[in-house]
């Protein structure tokens, strides 16, 4: 129904920055909610932040302050802007999506690379 692609995400040093997008195809009418969770190696899948159609978002504790979350409809796109990034923020960011509409379930992209490191 929906495919989500995430892409932004590489090498960089600590307190650099990166941009991550999430691209949104197919049956786009059926998005509501979306966000961004992150998973490092042997570690549990956790929240990042979440924005709502109407632009309300809510962030994590440990990324307020330094992760901007936003979402541009035209372009079925939203972002996730991380500044002074910190070596515990490696890991693999996926985008995800939940349906507005029943049947209720959620959307998830494949996920991409951010690594902080010297």
């Known amino acids: 129904q929906v495919q989500l692609v995430e892409s932004g995400g590489g090498l960089v040093q600590p307190g650099g920055s990166l941009r991550l997008s999430c691209a949104a195809s197919?049956?786009?009418?059926?998005?509501?909610?979306m966000g961004w969770y992150r998973q490092a190696p042997g570690k549990q899948r956790e929240l990042v932040a979440v924005?709502?159609?109407?632009?309300?978002?809510n962030y994590v504790d440990f990324v307020k302050g330094r992760f901007t979350i936003s979402r541009d409809n035209a372009k079925n796109t939203v972002y996730l802007q991380m500044n002074s990034l910190k070596p515990e923020d490696t890991a693999v960011y996926y985008c995800?999506?939940?349906?507005?509409?029943?049947?209720?379930?959620?959307?998830w992209g494949q996920g991409t690379q951010v690594t902080v490191s010297s």
């Open positions: 995800k999506a939940n349906r507005r509409v029943s049947p209720y379930y959620d959307y």
């Open positions: 197919g049956d786009i009418s059926t998005i509501y909610t």
């Open positions: 924005i709502t159609p109407g632009g309300g978002t």
